[in-house]
């Protein structure tokens, strides 16, 4: 497996994604027609509600999602800087599971915040919390961050 190609992929995927959620925005504020809007938010968000839906794939495709171009830009960015040095230390396949993994931990870190330790923070400061089953989460934030994390240890002598 080629490492360029790898690293080409993931970017590509990401802007696909990002594509679709532009067109499915522009459809939605033009047209009035959310159809295409409903479809990402449903399979291209990590939420409670897509999670306690079954949607489970959500924790692995957020990671590839995002709707706003400087989120893409800057996380595309630093996965180009970063990803071709971590690519060279441990390979296209160890690379790929990094990404994944540390997408997917991200996204039950994110579920988990959510839902046990944000209300009880709000609880304990406001007296109540008002619970959001609707809020979701995307991007490739996640498996960037995982990625950092390696380059640091691996190359903490440059």
Not at 6 to 11: H, N, Q
Not at 15 to 30: C, D
Not at 58 to 64: M, N, Q
Not at 121 to 145: D, T
Request: charged share 15%.
């Amino acid at each position: 497996m080629d490492p360029n190609k790898v690293l080409w992929t993931i970017i590509g995927t990401n802007l696909g994604v990002f594509l679709v959620w532009t067109y499915a925005k522009n459809s939605y504020s033009q047209f009035g027609d959310a159809r295409w809007l409903n479809f990402m938010y449903r399979h291209f968000t990590v939420s409670e509600a897509s999670f306690d839906s079954g949607r489970y794939y959500t924790l692995l495709t957020s990671a590839f999602s995002h709707n706003l171009l400087p989120h893409l830009g800057m996380n595309m960015f630093v996965l180009y800087s970063m990803g071709q040095g971590v690519l060279e230390a441990i390979g296209p396949s160890r690379f790929l599971l990094l990404y994944a993994g540390a997408g997917l931990c991200a996204s039950l870190t994110t579920l988990a915040y959510k839902k046990y330790i944000r209300p009880s923070l709000e609880r304990s400061k406001y007296g109540y919390h008002q619970r959001g089953r609707h809020e979701f989460s995307l991007g490739a934030s996640g498996s960037i961050m995982g990625l950092t994390s390696f380059f640091a240890c691996a190359f903490w002598y440059y």
